[in-house]
């Protein structure tokens, strides 16, 4: 065998291989759009759901109900026990002067598994 014989091989082999990857990976872009169009519903708009959108009035977001000042010295007094305790100090050297509650915009899972680790170490 010569070796221009091996190259001419070589590069058979070569562009087999190359058309057999593309090929595999086209049917699997062609697999996954069908997966796409079969099962993905792309969800509807509450404008167009409605029949008449105009006339029907939506509710306003709800705000977040205020604390009453009976209960402003209770929460106080239990977030600067929390903070006391996390930090391992006494709360005699923390003064509160303001909280808000902050929204949770984690994802599902990830609130699961933040409640898990709090559930399981009680």
Request: proline residues 5%; without cysteine.
């Amino acid at each position: 065998m010569t070796i221009a014989e091996a190259l001419s091989e070589g590069l058979q082999v070569t562009v087999v291989g190359l058309a057999i990857v593309f090929g595999v990976l086209i049917i699997l872009m062609l697999v996954l759009m069908a997966f796409k169009t079969i099962f993905y519903k792309e969800p509807e708009k509450a404008a167009e759901a409605l029949p008449n959108a105009e006339s029907i009035a939506l509710p306003a977001a709800k705000a977040e109900p205020e604390a009453k000042p009976a209960d402003d010295g209770e929460l106080i007094a239990v977030l600067t026990a929390a903070v006391a305790a996390s930090l391992s100090t006494s709360t005699y050297h923390l003064n509160i002067k303001s909280y808000r509650r902050v929204g949770n915009e984690a994802p599902v899972w990830n609130q699961a598994g933040l409640e898990d680790v709090i559930n399981s170490t009680y």
